[in-house]
């Protein structure tokens, strides 16, 4: 508490004084070169209110509503004029996820006056899922890359987004995603012993998925200068080699939970406090799991869901480590994008 109240003294909230509704805009690209498609959901402080949109809403955010609660959110609004520029947080989504999957997070992050968007990465998402996706890893840092240039330089928000202030969330297996942008380098032998472990894969089928590997491409830096700094939410990061991750420069902060089994924390999360020299790595919850960092689920999605993704945190109070989330990115981010005069 001290920590946090010595920090609003000399760093003010910098959108404190102001109040804004919750904006979303849909960006459908393709990237033509790698034949592949990138959605982006955008969302953004928006002056309007809910009676001055007429815009049809979207079939798969009808169906993202039988299943998880969103927030009310106006589509194709107007952004703000009450700042001329916002920061950019991009969201980088876990295995079989989508691009929505923490908009509870984007909505707490834009009333603070950040424009958040979530890159969907297409064949590793619950729609779309494609079983040789786990043989191409740089599809993921490729997909943030191309909706970055996208957001930058030919969006709706290209004249709005704040061009040195500029950071990456990523959940799960977005958070390799994250690592791998920040200039982490996968590890052949790491990767070969995460599939022998988690999946006991037989000798012959290793050496068939490493065959079948570009490694060019799987063994190369992603680093993007533009992201200035990392928010990892329970990352998975047990394939990188320990000199790439030694030489990561961007402020990076990372949480976790100690009753997740999906991506055990000392084999992950603790494993960023070793080596990442600019990490600094908390727990969050002491029985939480890997999935608490998701939206809430309607009645219906815990029936059409997996048990596991709910019933492990069914004792937890979701909303209160919510709200430690929100503290944390806010206070993170603005000692890390924003330079005070």
């Known amino acids: 508490m001290r920590r946090l109240l010595t920090f609003l003294f000399l760093f003010p909230p910098l959108f404190a004084s102001k109040t804004f509704s919750l904006g ?7 990237d033509e070169e790698r034949q592949h498609p990138v959605l982006i959901e955008c969302w953004y402080p928006t002056d309007a209110t809910q009676t001055d949109s007429a815009v049809e809403p979207r079939e798969d955010v009808e169906k993202w509503k039988e299943i998880w609660v969103l927030p009310e ?10 700042q001329e520029r916002y920061p950019l947080l991009l969201l980088s989504h876990g295995n ?4 929505a999957e923490q908009s509870w997070f984007a909505e707490k992050m834009v009333q603070k006056g950040y424009i958040v968007a979530g890159v969907e990465h297409y064949g590793n998402t619950w729609e779309v899922y494609d079983h040789t996706y786990v043989c191409r890893p740089w599809e993921r840092p490729m997909d943030v890359r191309f909706a970055l240039d996208f957001l930058l330089e030919a969006s709706p928000f290209s004249s709005r987004i704040s061009l040195d202030q500029i950071g990456l969330c990523g959940y799960s297996l977005g958070g390799m995603t994250a690592l791998l942008l920040a200039g982490g380098i996968l ?14 894969l037989p000798e012959f089928l290793l050496d068939r998925f490493f065959l079948s ?42 949480l976790y939970t100690l009753g997740d089994s999906v991506v055990p924390p000392y084999e992950h999360a603790l494993k960023l406090a070793r080596e990442v020299k600019t990490a600094k790595v908390d727990a969050l919850d002491f029985e939480a799991g890997h999935y608490v960092y ?31 989330i929100v503290q944390e990115a806010d206070l993170f981010f603005q000692t890390t994008l924003f330079t005070m005069p």
């Open 24 to 30: 979303v805009k849909t960006l459908e690209l393709f």
């Open 187 to 200: 590890s052949e032998q790491d990767m070969k012993d995460e599939l022998l472990n988690r999946y006991s």
């Open 96 to 99: 079989c996820g989508f691009r």
């Open 294 to 324: 998701l939206n809430k689920m309607t009645a219906s999605g815990r029936e059409a869901l997996p048990e596991c993704m709910y019933e492990e945190h069914s004792n937890i109070n979701q909303q209160e480590i919510f709200e430690r």
């Open 73 to 82: 959110q106006i589509r194709d609004a107007a952004v703000s004029d009450q």
């Open 213 to 254: 590997l570009d490694r060019e491409k799987t063994f190369s830096s992603f680093k993007d200068e533009r992201i200035k700094s990392y928010l990892l939410f329970a990352p998975f990061a047990n394939i990188f080699h320990p000199e790439s991750l030694s030489g990561i420069s961007a402020p990076m902060r990372v």
